[in-house]
């Protein structure tokens, strides 16, 4: 069973950074767009930040410039490395990710989410 696990979320003041990352495990036999999704309380889900399989990537207008995705194909991870953060980033982050288990189709796969929480 393919599941995505993520890691590195905490309180952390304005202005602080984080970095968020997700790794998948399971069988696996690709992996294509990673992202990075978020839900604050009240609120519905958004994409915060995407990234293909050959690197390109796209954010929400909110966090460019300040918000960088990466992932590591070798090791089946994605990072989100958060800088300049403000309360309104405060939210569960979730890691998501299309993975296929054979050479057929993707399936779209998310982690049970990490809390960020920016206060004073």
């Known amino acids: 069973q393919v599941q995505l696990v993520e890691s590195g979320g905490g309180l952390v003041q304005p202005g602080g950074s984080l970095r968020l990352s997700c790794a998948a495990s399971g069988r696996i036999f690709s992996i294509n767009t990673m992202a990075w999704y978020r839900q604050a309380p009240g609120k519905e889900r958004e994409l915060v930040a995407a990234?293909?399989?050959?690197?390109?990537?796209n954010y929400v207008e909110s966090v460019k410039g300040r918000f960088t995705i990466s992932r590591d194909n070798a090791k089946n991870a994605v990072y989100l490395q958060m800088y300049s953060l403000k309360p309104e980033d405060t939210a569960v982050y979730y890691c998501n990710a299309g993975i296929s288990t054979t050479p057929v189709t993707f399936s779209p796969v998310w982690g049970q989410g990490t809390l960020v929480t920016v206060s004073s």
């Open positions: 990234i293909t399989s050959s690197g390109i990537t």
